[in-house]
């Protein structure tokens, strides 16, 4: 494995940064100030303090990484390494009912950790307006007063599904998407799962769980074999995911959104997410109890 490589992506120091070591591949922009000479100055701060932090988290992560990748339970071990504990602490309320491992909060984790480094460095009164930290689509967010952030939803065929805009004021400060179409493998059938939260790395454990709920059980057109035969270093060990989805009609796409819905529902009034968008086949549906999201930017589009 290489090293840690830094780049920028528009070209020069005034566009976003891009950081990449094995598997973690950020990019991070900066902006928002009451002057260009500000704005410089606070980005090339806030990119050196944001590389300086990353060169050590991937090698702090994998000297841990039998624990991460054992299941959480209250009273198990907690991890030494900062992003570590906070993958615990994201996963840690959805134990007691269900299987998952820290590594389910991994790369909002290692947002998070990377954007609380580069706020780290500066004062709550001479600081970017906006700092958003992107690791594969698991977002940590930074507002302040006047700020806002927006981002659209895509399927993976680059199908549109919506777009939102999370304001300074919203409880928001991560996203996350997850499901069986994604990078990781999913116990559930959802195309796609995205889910505002508090911190990225909360958001990543609850789209994880999102994921898992919008499901069939049983159901003949779901193929599904042992994480462990798909992934030989799969944290779910034996546990069931699913490899594939034969045909479904409308009723039954209905059915396993309405079990993710129902999921959503309870994150969402035990206070550990703001909002969900979940998505399978034609279909998708969002989940919210406040209005962090400006709704004419809230509209959800079927698909074909």
Same mark, same amino acid.
């Given at each position: 494995?290489? &090293?840690? !490589?830094?780049?920028?992506?528009?070209?020069?120091?005034? &566009?976003?940064?891009?950081?990449?070591?094995?598997?973690?591949?950020?990019?991070? &922009?900066? $902006?928002?100030?009451? =002057?260009?000479?500000?704005?410089? /100055?606070?980005?090339?701060?806030? /990119?050196?303090?944001?590389?300086?932090?990353?060169?050590?988290?991937?090698?702090?992560?994998?000297?841990?990484?039998?624990?991460?990748? =054992?299941?959480?339970?209250?009273?198990?071990?907690?991890?030494?390494?900062?992003?570590?504990?906070?993958?615990?602490?994201?996963?840690?309320?959805?134990?007691?009912?269900?299987?998952?491992?820290?590594?389910?909060?991994?790369?909002?984790?290692?947002? $998070?950790? !990377?954007?609380?480094?580069?706020?780290?460095?500066?004062?709550? $009164?001479?600081?970017?307006?906006?700092?958003?930290?992107? +690791?594969?689509?698991?977002?940590?967010?930074?507002?302040? #007063?006047?700020?806002?952030?927006?981002?659209?939803?895509?399927?993976?065929?680059?199908?549109?599904?919506?777009?939102?805009?999370?304001?300074?004021?919203?409880?928001?400060?991560?996203?996350?998407?997850?499901?069986?179409?994604?990078?990781?493998? =999913?116990?559930?059938?959802?195309?796609?799962?995205? !889910?505002?939260?508090?911190?990225? #790395?909360? #958001?990543?454990? %609850?789209?994880?769980? *999102?994921? +898992? %709920?919008?499901?069939?059980?049983?159901?003949?057109?779901?193929?599904?074999?042992?994480? $462990?035969?798909?992934?030989?270093?799969?944290?779910?060990?034996?546990?069931? !995911?699913?490899?594939?989805?034969?045909?479904?009609?409308?009723?039954?796409?209905?059915?396993?959104?309405?079990?993710?819905?129902?999921?959503?529902?309870?994150?969402?009034?035990?206070?550990?997410?703001?909002?969900?968008?979940?998505? *399978?086949?034609?279909? &998708?549906?969002?989940?919210?109890?406040?209005?962090?999201?400006?709704?004419?930017?809230?509209?959800?589009?079927? /698909?074909?």
């Amino acid at each position: 494995m290489t &090293g840690p !490589v830094a780049s920028y992506l528009d070209g020069d120091a005034s &566009g976003r940064l891009h950081l990449q070591h094995g598997p973690i591949d950020l990019v991070i &922009g900066v $902006d928002g100030a009451i =002057s260009l000479e500000h704005e410089s /100055y606070y980005r090339h701060h806030a /990119y050196a303090l944001a590389h300086r932090r990353f060169k050590t988290i991937l090698d702090e992560l994998v000297s841990e990484l039998p624990l991460l990748r =054992s299941p959480a339970g209250q009273g198990c071990e907690v991890p030494e390494g900062a992003a570590a504990r906070r993958m615990m602490a994201a996963v840690l309320p959805y134990a007691e009912d269900q299987f998952i491992t820290p590594m389910a909060a991994v790369a909002g984790a290692v947002a $998070d950790e !990377v954007l609380a480094a580069m706020l780290a460095g500066f004062t709550p $009164d001479n600081r970017p307006r906006r700092i958003h930290v992107n +690791n594969g689509g698991d977002i940590a967010i930074h507002l302040d #007063a006047g700020a806002d952030y927006r981002i659209g939803i895509a399927r993976d065929d680059g199908a549109d599904l919506g777009a939102f805009s999370i304001a300074a004021d919203s409880p928001t400060r991560g996203i996350a998407t997850s499901g069986r179409r994604g990078r990781s493998l =999913s116990m559930g059938i959802a195309d796609s799962v995205t !889910v505002l939260a508090r911190s990225a #790395a909360e #958001a990543d454990a %609850a789209a994880t769980i *999102l994921g +898992n %709920a919008v499901d069939l059980p049983g159901h003949p057109a779901v193929m599904r074999a042992p994480a $462990d035969q798909v992934k030989d270093d799969s944290d779910l060990g034996s546990h069931l !995911v699913v490899t594939g989805v034969g045909s479904l009609s409308a009723a039954e796409t209905a059915t396993a959104l309405d079990a993710g819905v129902a999921m959503a529902e309870r994150l969402i009034a035990s206070g550990l997410i703001n909002r969900a968008a979940l998505f *399978l086949r034609d279909r &998708g549906r969002v989940v919210t109890a406040n209005e962090d999201i400006i709704p004419d930017m809230l509209e959800t589009r079927h /698909y074909a």
